[in-house]
């Protein structure tokens, strides 16, 4: 394979439409990001999507120009440092902190929380009170 190569994570949004691309950093990134994706609805229990997931989320040579990529490129190594979900209240941050991810914690009042710890999400909330 080349080095000259550039990938891309590839999504589309219904079964019948076309793909659409965006830019990975390198082949290794766009299929981190992938597995991401399905680790993400497997701990979802979205069983319908994980049925049709290789149909909807894949790994593909990119199609478009080399400085297309370069400025639209999107899957870098960061990215997996971030938050995959938003959560409003401690109820939410039950529930989405059993999928093992990164989330942006807000309440009015408040400078954002990110985090993957669900007692530093409790003690963001407070004790149970909904924002």
Known sequence: ???STLWAVAMRPEGYSP??????ASKEIAERAVERYRKMHEKEGNNFFLEIFDDVIKVQK???TRKDHIKKL???ESWFTQAMYQCFDLKTAERVFKFDEIVNCYKKGSSPLVTRNFDEAKQFYGSGAET
């Open 74 to 76: 999107f899957y870098v």
């Open 19 to 24: 793909f659409k691309q965006t830019p990975a």
């Open 1 to 3: 394979m080349s080095k």
């Open 62 to 64: 990119w199609h478009g």
